[in-house]
């Protein structure tokens, strides 16, 4: 098991990198060269040092360093241009901020992710977990927006927020109404759309680069299914100790939710299921000493589980009718659904009654790992494997694992 689940993680941790997709984008050199390109680009929150490319589907893909770049544009999603700058290296988390009202400056040669491009620009640096944005109107150079919080004393903290005198200033279409951080607080959000009005108002065409503005979506699928059980029974007592692994199967369904987030390509989603899950059979077992005993067993269950998924998309339009996945849920809770037993009954002789035990079922919080694939428009299949989960909890002399492989249907109906 422990060899099967280090496979699954180094599968998913290769697709993750490999599943990154080159899109059509422009690269400026500093030797003044302009291509017109295929790039990989990560969309993660650090900005980038270097650039991935190919300059055709079937080209070899190639890396341009900072020291080559000026630019880089891919589609109308990003932009980031190469500038030096002043970093404040200042920290705003508790904990680790300064006793000094100054920033703490470093010249930093950096790809600065463009946000707003117009009379009126701005950008984003991220590095080492900290997050500054700059500024430009007109030609001038690049400035910072400087926010930073401060220790005045142990228990006082401050706020040193001269980017608003910048934007009171230099960005701002009313030179009698003053800006204050309520209005515009120091994140992309905030910062985004002021700088849209002030272009706005000055009746300029601006270029905005909001991809992580795009919207998660919602998806909802019923389900249904055949699994394959494989279950390892340890009851013991009443002169016949039973050891077996039983195979048997069963159906389940269910309701799933999807919610898709829209980043990194809409690579990632979290996911709720409700699910019917039976185990319903018998077997019997007689011991070296000749005694029978019959196993009746009934678990009918709706399990809660809540997980993620990893998609890989098969056209390069990102088609949610065109996806392979990857996922993984945990069980975190299960609800009684009809009958729930475990019931050995024990034949000491042929003259005597049955002597009957019931077992009470209790489990734990369980997980499944799995993957889908489509099948035609709305409907798609999936594979999963619910790890051995013990179902009498409450007995220390006895165990009752239950695992499962499951194929099923799923159609999304939302």
């Not at 200042?90 to 600065?112: D, R």
């Not at 299914?225 to 069963?250: M, R």
Request: aromatic residues 12%.
């Amino acid at each position: 098991m422990r060899g099967l689940l280090t496979t699954i993680i180094t599968l998913v941790v290769t697709f993750c990198y490999s599943q990154q997709k080159f899109e059509k984008g422009t690269i400026t050199f500093t030797n003044g060269n302009v291509i017109e390109c295929l790039i990989k680009h990560s969309y993660s929150s650090e900005n980038p040092s270097s650039v991935k490319y190919k300059l055709s589907e079937e080209g070899e893909e190639r890396t341009a360093l900072l020291r080559e770049l000026e630019e880089f544009q891919v589609g109308e999603k990003v932009k980031f241009i190469k500038a030096t700058v002043d970093f404040d290296i200042s920290n705003n988390k508790i904990g680790q901020l300064s006793n000094s009202h100054a920033p703490e400056f470093v010249q930093e040669t950096a790809l600065l992710e463009v946000l707003i491009e117009g009379t009126a620009s701005l950008y984003r640096l991220e590095k080492n977990n900290i997050v500054k944005y700059f500024y430009k109107v007109n030609n001038s150079e690049i400035k910072p927006l400087v926010y930073k919080k401060y220790n005045v004393t142990k228990h006082a903290i401050r706020n040193n927020t001269e980017y608003l005198n910048a934007l009171n200033n230099e960005v701002n279409c009313d030179k009698n109404y003053f800006i204050t951080g309520r209005e515009v607080e120091y994140n992309n959000t905030d910062l985004t759309n002021h700088f849209k009005k002030f272009n706005q108002c000055r009746e300029e065409h601006i270029l905005s680069f909001e991809e992580q503005k795009e919207r998660s979506t919602f998806k909802l699928y019923t389900k249904a299914a055949y699994h394959f059980t494989s279950d390892q029974v340890k009851l013991y007592g009443s002169y016949n100790d039973i050891d077996e692994t039983v195979n048997k199967g069963g159906y389940e369904a269910g309701i799933q939710a999807e919610l898709n987030l829209p980043y990194n390509y809409r690579k990632w989603s979290f996911l709720g299921e409700l699910t019917h899950y039976g185990v319903n059979y018998d077997f019997s077992h007689t011991s070296n000493l000749g005694y029978n005993s019959t196993v009746d067993t009934k678990i009918n269950r709706i399990r809660l589980s809540v997980g993620a998924r990893h998609n890989f998309y098969l056209d390069s339009q990102s088609n949610d009718q065109n996806i392979i996945y990857l996922e993984a849920l945990v069980t975190i809770m299960s609800f009684k659904a009809g009958k729930n037993s475990i019931i050995r009954r024990t034949d000491f002789t042929a003259g005597s009654d049955d002597v009957e035990r019931v077992y009470e079922l209790t489990t734990i919080p369980n997980v499944s790992i799995g993957g889908g694939f489509p099948i035609y428009k709305n409907l798609s299949g999936s594979i999963r494997y619910n790890l051995p989960q013990q179902y009498l909890t409450k007995y220390l002399s006895h165990s009752y694992k239950v695992s499962s492989f499951s194929v099923s249907l799923n159609y999304r109906f939302l």
